[in-house]
Nanobody
Framework: VQLQASGGGLVQPGGSLRLSCAAS???????VGWFRQTPGKEREFVGT????????YYADSVKGRVTISRDNAKNTVYLQLNSLEPEDTAVYYC??????????????????WGQGTLVTVSS
């Protein structure tokens, strides 16, 4: 499966963005996750959603400000980012794979990754 992430850009603190992750070639795996990374740091879990229904999970650092949703008909998953802070500046990646509950917050739980989209929060 090929993943295409889009929707990043420059936004002021307090603003919002919606990122999209579209799959082609095949459908998503069991989970579709979002991660983010800044230079010199490891990839950080943001949240994940099961493609065929079930609970959505979020990192504590973004809980309450982030919502992940899916559109099965469009083979697309969305990451809604609200109340953005400068600390949210990062390259955001979507990924999919057959993660299980013990690995859904880990990068190794996902086998296919998109190219990343840059989110910059700055005034």
């Amino acid at each position: 499966v090929q993943l295409q992430a889009s929707g990043g850009g420059l936004v002021q603190p307090g603003g919002s963005l919606r990122l999209s992750c579209a799959a082609s070639g095949r459908t998503f795996g069991r989970y579709v996750g979002w991660f983010r990374q800044t230079p010199g740091k490891e990839r950080e879990f943001v949240g994940t959603i099961p493609w065929n229904g079930g609970n959505t999970y979020y990192a504590d650092s973004v809980k309450g400000r982030v919502t992940i949703s899916r559109d099965n008909a469009k083979n697309t998953v969305y990451l809604q980012l609200n109340s953005l802070e400068p600390e949210d500046t990062a390259v955001y990646y979507c990924a999919t794979g057959n993660a299980i509950l013990s690995t859904i917050r880990l990068a190794r739980g996902y086998s296919s990754w998109g190219q990343g989209t840059l989110v910059t929060v700055s005034s």
